[in-house]
């Protein structure tokens, strides 16, 4: 059975950094997909950015510039790291992965940052 288990989460200032994890187990393939997304008070569930088997990625406009997915496809973790860090970044961050049809989640992982 795939499980992620997200990790990282935390309290930050603004302009700072900080990295989310999120380790895959029970397959023995990479993610055909990786991504992050979030889910921000009061709002819709967003994707952030998204990473392919090749290692290309895509990010949405409010975080591009200052988020890096990554991939580890040995051990099925994904890494989100975050920089300039702003109040609207603020969030529950989920992980998600697709793997031989099947979609995947973690249970998400809250970020929250402060002026």
């Known amino acids: 059975q795939v499980q992620l288990v997200e990790s990282g989460g935390a309290l930050v200032q603004t302009e700072e950094s900080l990295t989310l994890s999120c380790t895959g187990s029970?397959?023995?393939?990479?993610?055909?997909?990786g991504g992050w997304l979030r889910q921000r008070p009061g709002k819709e569930r967003e994707a952030v950015a998204l990473?392919?088997?090749?290692?290309?990625?895509t990010y949405s406009d409010s975080v591009k510039g200052r988020f890096t997915i990554s991939r580890d496809n040995a051990k099925n973790n994904l890494y989100l790291q975050m920089t300039s860090l702003e109040a609207e970044d603020t969030a529950v961050y989920y992980c998600?992965?697709?793997?031989?049809?099947?979609?995947?989640w973690g249970q998400g992982t809250q970020v929250t940052v402060s002026s």
């Open positions: 998600n992965a697709h793997v031989n049809g099947s979609a995947y």
């Open positions: 029970g397959t023995a393939f990479p993610f055909n997909y």
């Open positions: 990473i392919l088997l090749d290692g290309s990625t």
